[in-house]
C-alpha cells in the first residue's frame, strides 16, 4: 500500500446505527475494534469485545513475578515487511513516552540495536555449530524451488514429509525452518510453501537471525497493553470472564445472518439479539486453548477436552458448510502439541552460562542470545532464548528471564529417562543443563538459582495442520451479512498463519469488507517477485564446497542477464 492509497476513509452511512461485538480479545479483535473506529468512523461505546478469561492478549501473554517466576507461553519473530502489524502500530500511542507511537519506540529500537544471532545451533553437549550455510545438495534445491512454482491446489492435503526426499531433513535448513517456525514433517507442505515465498527475502539471514525484529519486552507488555489501553480510553467495552456459547444465524438462500448471541457471563446464561446492521466478529480456534501450566516440581497435566473456542466454532460450523471445518485443525492433539518453559534465573551463574553461550553480555534493553539456540541432537529439540532484558517491567535488575521450547514433548530426554511432557520445571532445566555440558554433579548450583514453569499447549501448531480449500472459512464467507472470522484460522490468500501479521491483516479485511471502505488493505510484501530478493536466496541455497553457487551465478544468471540493467544487481 502506497501514500497514495492512505487516504481519510469518509464516514460510512449509518455507521451511528451499528453495534460491533468481538468474540475473543487477541490481536485480531483489538484490531478489528481500532480499525473499526480510526477508519469505520464507529464511536468506541458502540463495540463490545467478550473475552472467556479475565485478560486480554490472547496467545501474545506475558506474566508473573519475580517470587514465583515468569511465563510466556510462547514468543514472536518480527519483520520488516510486516505491513498490517505496523499500519495498526503506527496510531496507537506509546505509554512509556508522550507524543511517540509503539512503532516509532520499537523501530527506534531496532535500529540501535539490530538483531543478529552469533550462536545459532549447538550439539555435542555445547559445542557450537559455526557453519552458515544451509547445507542443501542440488536434489534439495530442486526441491525447494519446485515447491516455489507449485500450485496450491496441486499441493493438495501433502505433508511435508510427502513432498521432500529423505535427505532434506538432515539439512541445516529444515533445522532452522522446523525450530524458528516449529513445522513438523507431518504439517501441510501449502504452509511451508507460503512460507517460502512470503519471506524469501530473508533467506540469507536463515543462520543468523538478522533482519528479524524483537520486542522491548514480551508482547503482552509491548504491543497488548497500549492497543488494549488505547481502546479504553476510547470507550470500547471489554467484558471478560465471559463465554460465548452459541449464535443463532439465520439462512435464508445464500443469506446468512447472526441474529442473536447467546453468552455465560460468570455464570450466568444471557443472550444479546442482534440485526443485520450488527457486526459479529469471531476469532475461530485457538492455538492456546486449554494450555496448562506446571511449576519446577510439577509437570504440566495435558487437557484433552474440548475447550469453549473450538466448540463454539464447531456449533457454528454445523450450521452451514461456509463457516469451515474445525475438526481438521483440533482433533488430532498429538500433531498439533508441544511444550515451553519460562525460566526466571535469579543469581549470576546461570545467567554468565547463557551469556557464554550468546557469546555477549545481556545489556539492558539489548539483544541477548539474538533469537533461539536450537539444541541439535536433542530428543526432544529443544531450543532456547534470551531476549532483551528485562523482559517484564517488574523484573528486578538481578533477574534474568529465559523462555525454551521442544518439539516432541512424547519423546525421552538425553539425561533424563521420562518423556519430556512428564517432567517437572526442574527437571526440564536439568535436560538443557546436560546439552549445555553441565554434568549431574555440578547441576544444582544452577537449579538453586532457578524457578521454572513449564506450559502445555495442546493446540499450538494446529494451524499447520494439513487441509483443503473450504477447511477454514473465508475472512467474511460468501452470503455472510454481520459475521466475519478473524485470526489464524480463517483464510487469507498467500499470507502465512502463527503470525500478529495474519492476525491482524484478517481484522483489516472484515471491517473494510464490512463497511465497504474506499481504501484497500495492505498489500503482502512481494518479495518472490523481487529478482534481488530471488537472487540472494539463490545465492543462499548453494553450498559453497559442492562448486555449485559458482557454475550457476556466472554460467547460468549472469549469462541471461548479461548486459542489461539487471546484470549490475547481480
Known amino acids: 500500500m502506497n501514500n497514495y492509497q492512505r487516504i481519510n476513509t469518509r464516514k460510512p452511512e449509518g455507521i451511528e446505527k451499528k453495534r460491533a461485538f468481538l468474540i475473543g480479545s487477541g490481536i485480531a479483535s483489538l484490531a478489528a475494534a481500532e480499525y473499526l473506529m480510526r477508519d469505520g468512523h464507529m464511536q468506541g461505546s458502540q463495540i463490545t469485545i467478550f473475552e472467556q478469561d479475565d485478560i486480554s ?18 514468543g514472536r519473530e518480527m519483520e520488516a515487511h510486516y505491513e498490517c502489524l505496523w499500519d495498526l502500530f503506527g496510531q496507537v500511542p506509546s505509554i512509556e513516552e508522550e507524543g511517540r507511537t509503539v512503532l516509532d519506540e520499537f523501530r527506534e529500537l531496532n535500529e540501535i540495536d539490530p538483531n543478529f544471532s552469533k550462536v545459532r545451533v549447538i550439539y555435542n553437549r555445547g559445542e557450537k555449530h559455526r557453519r552458515t550455510d544451509l547445507g542443501l545438495h542440488e536434489k534439495n534445491t530442486q526441491e525447494l524451488t519446485k515447491l516455489l512454482l ?41 504452509e511451508m510453501k507460503r512460507y517460502m515465498q512470503r519471506f524469501i527475502h530473508l533467506m540469507p539471514g536463515m543462520s ?42 439465520e439462512i435464508e438462500g445464500d443469506s446468512k445472518t447472526v441474529t442473536a448471541i447467546h453468552l455465560n457471563k460468570e455464570g450466568q446464561e444471557e443472550t444479546i439479539p442482534t440485526a443485520s446492521d450488527d457486526l459479529i466478529f469471531f476469532t475461530n480456534g485457538s492455538m492456546t486453548e486449554n494450555s496448562s501450566l506446571g511449576d519446577t516440581d510439577t509437570a504440566p497435566v495435558l ?10 466454532w464447531k456449533k457454528i460450523a454445523a450450521k452451514d458448510d461456509a463457516f469451515g471445518k474445525p475438526e481438521v485443525f483440533c482433533n488430532n492433539i498429538s500433531k498439533t502439541k508441544w511444550e515451553s518453559f519460562t525460566i526466571t534465573v535469579k543469581g549470576r551463574k546461570m545467567r554468565e552460562l547463557l551469556e557464554s553461550f550468546a557469546e555477549r553480555k545481556f545489556l539492558p534493553h539489548r539483544t541477548a542470545t539474538g533469537g533461539i539456540i536450537t539444541v ?50 526442574r527437571e526440564l532445566l536439568q535436560e538443557l543443563l546436560y546439552h549445555f555440558g553441565i554434568d549431574e554433579g555440578e ?22 495442520m494439513p487441509r483443503a480449500k473450504g477447511d477454514r472459512p473465508e475472512v467474511i464467507p460468501e452470503g455472510s451479512v454481520n ?58 541455497m548453494k553450498t559453497d564446497d559442492e562448486g555449485i553457487l559458482k557454475k550457476v551465478a556466472e554460467h547460468v544468471i549472469k549469462k541471461k542477464l548479461e548486459n542489461t540493467t539487471f546484470e549490475e544487481l547481480l
Open 483 to 540: 459475521l466475519a472470522f478473524l485470526g489464524q484460522f480463517c483464510e487469507i490468500e498467500d499470507d502465512c498463519v502463527f503470525t500478529v501479521e495474519y492476525s491482524i491483516r484478517s481484522a483489516i479485511m472484515a471491517v473494510y469488507g464490512f463497511l465497504n471502505l474506499e481504501k484497500p488493505v495492505p498489500e503482502i510484501y512481494p518479495s518472490r517477485y523481487d529478482i534481488r530478493a530471488l537472487a540472494a536466496a539463490v545465492k543462499t
Open 443 to 464: 547441576m544444582q548450583a544452577y537449579l538453586d538459582e532457578c524457578i521454572v514453569i513449564p506450559a502445555m499447549m495442546p493446540y499450538i501448531t494446529s494451524q499447520f
Open 150 to 190: 507449485a500450485k496450491e491446489e496441486d499441493l493438495g492435503t501433502q505433508t511435508v514429509d510427502d513432498f521432500f526426499d529423505s535427505s532434506f531433513f538432515e539439512t541445516d535448513m529444515w533445522l532452522y525452518w522446523r525450530s524458528m517456525f516449529a513445522f513438523e514433517t507431518w504439517h501441510s507442505v501449502v
Open 57 to 74: 492478549g490472547g496467545a501474545m501473554d506475558g506474566a508473573g513475578n519475580p517470587e514465583d517466576g515468569f511465563v510466556a507461553r510462547g
Open 208 to 249: 543468523t537471525m538478522r533482519d528479524l525484529l524483537f520486542t522491548k519486552y514480551n508482547q503482552y507488555d509491548s504491543l497488548i497493553l497500549p492497543l488494549k489501553k488505547y481502546l479504553e480510553s476510547k470507550g470500547v467495552h471489554f467484558v471478560f470472564n465471559t463465554a460465548v456459547t452459541d449464535l443463532d444465524i
Open 303 to 312: 487437557d484433552r477436552s474440548e475447550g469453549a473456542v473450538w466448540h463454539l
Open 376 to 425: 541439535k541432537d536433542s530428543n526432544w529439540l529443544l531450543s532456547v532464548t534470551v531476549n532483551r532484558q528485562p523482559q517484564f517491567k517488574n523484573q528486578p535488575k538481578d533477574t534474568t528471564v529465559a523462555w525454551a521450547y521442544a518439539l516432541f514433548p512424547d519423546n525421552k530426554g538425553d539425561f533424563i529417562d521420562k518423556k519430556m511432557s512428564e517432567c517437572s520445571g
